[in-house]
């Protein structure tokens, strides 16, 4: 917040494209600090900012050249609008989506897929990860607590020269993701980086840009050619944006540059541990049964209602009586849902106390039931 009133000071007194141009270093410092977190290969200028994750994955997705007949490998814990934007993508070149093999929790099943392969509509038996065009999924679902292996499944697609678009907007600032290897990455600031709303971005690796098209022509993002047609600008500048709040993404910096000085792995072995210690105090409170493994090296904490509780209700009632925020899930939310649950996020500034806080608020309106 300190960062971001400073820089609206300096707009307020210079106006806003003065005060950007003299952002411009620190930005760039930004989004050097966030590739870095992301792995080898990648630098300053391999990333754009966009408005949120979900308006990059859309860019992204969109721009991305595949043929007529094409298949993108998904999971169903696929987050909704992610999916929509796949199934929107999948009409307009009748592009085919397959389900990568997963486990009773979700986790794609690596095993499975090296034996088995996957299981596809439009062909006989079973396809190979070589016979996918793109592979598409998110390293942590938001309506589960688990984490895909990224870094399995990077290094398959690499050898197979298969791209991956890997959407870390839940896992980066939680758990590792410089082993993952993917051909592009999608994410938000206002999750686990502890960041402001209204700053997403998208980074692909140099030898996967030729592989876009532009999502949404504009001045930022195409010319045109001799002949009056739209052209992309030269790298990722055709998936690039005009109009944004620079102040968010001063914000995104200063919150990347606090996790960076206080060590990422130290910051994410202590989420890990605090989950794993409310995974086991909560699971049963209230008749609410905890989704997850107790040791699942993720934040997230997703809990199942007891029968004919509403999630929504309970939510409200733990925020309004304990001062106790939890999130209800909606069905909607991802295709792997049969009802709605109630996730808790334990960060590295969680206090255990309010596990037991959350605990006993759960037992409290069972018992008011």
């Not at 007529?68 to 999916?83: C, D, F, L, Q, T």
């Not at 596809?120 to 688990?146: E, K, Y």
């Not at 949404?216 to 690039?240: C, I, K, W």
């Not at 001063?250 to 792995?265: C, K, M, R």
């Amino acid at each position: 917040m300190a960062a971001e009133a400073a820089y609206l000071e300096r707009e307020s007194a210079l106006g806003a494209y003065a005060a950007e141009v003299e952002a411009g270093s620190g930005l760039h410092a930004t989004r050097a600090r966030l590739v870095s977190l992301m792995g080898p290969g990648l630098d300053a200028d391999d990333l754009s900012f966009h408005h949120s994750a979900s308006a990059a994955f859309a860019s992204l997705l969109m721009a991305w050249r595949l043929p007529a007949g094409a298949r993108i490998g998904v999971v169903p814990s696929e987050y909704g609008s992610n999916m929509l934007v796949l199934a929107a993508r999948a009409l307009r070149t009748a592009v085919s989506l397959v389900d990568l093999p997963v486990d009773e929790t979700g986790v794609i099943d690596v095993e499975t897929l090296d034996r088995a392969g996957v299981a596809c509509a439009d062909a006989p038996g079973r396809i190979g990860l070589a016979d996918l065009d793109l592979v598409v999924f998110p390293q942590v679902p938001s309506q589960r607590g688990i984490v895909q292996p990224a870094a399995a499944i990077g290094a398959r697609c690499a050898a197979e020269g298969v791209p991956l678009v890997l959407d870390v907007a839940q896992s980066l600032g939680q758990v590792e993701v410089r082993q993952t290897a993917a051909s592009a990455y999608i994410g938000t600031s206002r999750k686990w980086l502890c960041g402001p709303r209204g700053a997403g971005f998208l980074a692909v690796r140099k030898g996967s840009v030729d592989l876009l098209d532009i999502a949404v022509p504009s001045l930022h993002s195409a010319r045109f050619d001799r002949n009056d047609r739209p052209v992309p600008l030269p790298g990722l500048a055709r998936l690039g944006i005009g109009e944004a709040a620079t102040v968010s993404r001063i914000g995104l910096g200063q919150a990347v540059t606090e996790l960076t000085d206080s060590g990422p792995s130290l910051v994410f072995a202590r989420i890990a541990r605090l989950a794993g210690q409310g995974r086991r105090l909560l699971d049963g409170a209230g008749g609410w049964r905890v989704r997850e493994d107790p040791d699942s090296p993720c934040g997230i904490i997703t809990m199942q209602p007891p029968p004919g509780t509403d999630p929504v209700a309970v939510r409200d009632r733990l925020y309004r009586e304990d001062r106790v925020l939890t999130s209800a899930i909606p069905v909607e939310r991802s295709r792997d849902l049969t009802g709605p649950v109630l996730r808790a996020s334990a960060h590295v500034y969680t206090d255990p106390a309010e596990f037991e806080r959350l605990a006993m608020g759960l037992e409290r309106i069972a018992y008011d039931r």
